[in-house]
């Protein structure tokens, strides 16, 4: 069982940048992060793989957002640039250990953009 553990969220104005921490308590294959909108479901922000040099972002985000990973510290980051008031959501890492299957998931950080 590997445990996620999220940090870095709080609230900043329209235009800011935020930077989002997610530290795993083992070794993963694949990272994500993935968001929660007030009232809506959640859904797929970024991904990053460990033994593949592969990103993928949903188009929202894409330009604006970068996704990395520090294989060494079990920890992928989420650099978030040009904010806007729609990116305001709960952000969830998610983890696994085959490509993709998001066995584990953090408990969540809330990004506030304020306008």
């Known amino acids: 069982q590997v445990q996620l553990v999220e940090s870095g969220g709080g609230l900043v104005q329209a235009g800011g940048s935020l930077r989002l921490s997610c530290a795993a308590s083992?070794?993963?294959?694949?990272m994500a992060w993935f968001r929660q909108l007030p009232g809506k479901e959640r859904e797929f922000v970024a991904s990053?793989?460990?033994?593949?040099?592969?990103?993928s972002y949903a188009d929202s985000v894409r330009g604006r957002f970068t996704i990395s990973r520090d294989n060494a510290k079990n920890t992928v980051y989420l650099q978030m640039n040009s904010l806007k008031p729609e990116d305001t959501a709960v952000y969830y890492c998610?983890?696994?250990?085959?490509?993709?299957?998001?066995?584990?998931w953090g408990q969540g950080t809330q990004v506030t953009v304020s306008s």
């Open positions: 083992g070794r993963t294959e694949s």
């Open positions: 990053i793989r460990r033994t593949v040099a592969s990103t």
């Open positions: 998610a983890a696994s250990g085959v490509p993709f299957s998001w066995d584990y």
